[in-house]
């Protein structure tokens, strides 16, 4: 009768904590819509700064000029977050691809289906990069599509020789930040600012600095999906 | 109600449905669930207010800033996976200290 009584009271607890948050998170979400809703209509100022100084910045489509010219300190910070989460995942999980001894054909179909599906996906990857200077697109896009195709090829059970993973995996790892940082400061031989792309070669650059960026955010994300796994059955 | 409005409204409850998930459920997988739907709908206001501009021409910087946004949630999402199986490798549990688990969703 006690124990029946505890659980019950314990209940009726956990009922009053799930109503109470349940009440608080109606409350914000109640300010948050009226807070929306009242917001004035901006003033188009910086679309306008955007769009007058888009020729000069080497590409014709406004959000990869922001990623990448306007704004690339943004995105530069955002390919070291992406080496960070890759070394907290590594110092939490060994890099140990042997101990996966899962060992099991893909099966004809599978593989037959990857073997065709590989090509088409680094095809439409390079697309993708190469698209991104005048329409929705650019180095993110293809590197996600190149980690997908990462995932997808680990899952049909391919893997890389084990002396492949060492040092060359790692240089592909950062060329993205390297090559970025690189540019970047390549200003100052020009006594000009950090981050200031010279206009007449900020369309080169930008497609560089995409093609590195997309191979280390392709390679990272990967690697984080194989890291993200348990090694052995729990 | 303009659709920028609505968009950004949508984003509104996902981020609410998020919010109550991570404070109520008890399982760290779900937590993170959860906080990855709280960012969804983070980004979806953000891509929905892009266009909240006169004539509704759409404003390029968040755009660029929710492509920032994503791969930085996918990197924290990754993280959090790896940490939450060093916690079960390490003690067995997937709550945190302190969550009574007879009681779990």
Same mark, same amino acid.
């Given at each position: ?20 948050? $349940? ?69 939490? $999980? ?40 005048? $329409?929705?697109?650019? $180095? ?95 | ?105």
């Amino acid at each position: 009768m006690q124990i029946k009584n505890v659980t019950r009271s314990e209940k009726l607890h956990k009922l009053a904590l799930t109503i109470f948050s $349940a009440i608080l998170v109606i409350c914000v979400a109640i300010g948050l819509m009226i807070s929306v809703s009242f917001l004035p209509v901006r003033d188009a100022e910086l679309i306008e700064i955007v769009s007058t100084q888009l020729p000069a910045s080497g590409v014709s489509h406004p959000v990869t000029a922001v990623l990448l010219n306007f704004r690339g300190y943004d995105t530069l910070l955002e390919m070291a977050v992406l080496l960070l989460a890759l070394i907290g995942t590594w110092s939490l $999980a060994p890099l140990d691809v042997q101990a996966d001894d899962t060992r099991h054909s893909p099966g004809e179909m599978l593989d037959s289906l990857t073997r065709l599906l590989t090509p088409i996906i680094v095809l439409v990857a390079g697309y993708l990069l190469w698209a991104g200077a005048h $329409a929705p697109g650019g $180095a993110f896009q293809a590197g996600a599509l190149l980690a997908s195709l990462g995932v997808m090829i680990q899952l049909t059970g391919w893997k890389l020789p084990i002396e492949l993973t060492g040092i060359y995996l790692r240089f592909i790892h950062v060329c993205g930040l390297v090559v970025f940082l690189l540019v970047a400061a390549s200003g100052w031989f020009n006594s000009a600012p950090f981050f200031s792309l010279p206009p007449d070669l900020a369309g080169i650059l930008i497609l560089l600095i995409e093609t590195f960026a997309m191979l280390s955010i392709g390679l990272t994300l990967a690697t984080l999906f194989l890291l993200g796994r348990p090694h052995s059955t729990p | 109600m303009t659709i920028a409005i609505l968009y950004a409204s949508t984003g509104i409850g996902l981020f609410s449905l998020g919010l109550y998930a991570l404070i109520v459920l008890t399982h760290l997988l779900r937590k993170l669930l959860a906080i990855n739907v709280m960012s969804c709908g983070v980004f979806l206001v953000l891509a929905g207010l892009a266009a909240h501009t006169p004539n509704a021409i759409v404003d390029p910087i968040p755009h660029a800033m929710v492509i920032t946004g994503i791969v930085v949630a996918i990197a924290a999402t990754a993280l959090g996976l790896s940490i939450l199986l060093r916690i079960h490798a390490l003690t067995g549990r997937v709550h945190l200290p302190g969550v009574d688990e007879q009681f779990d969703d």
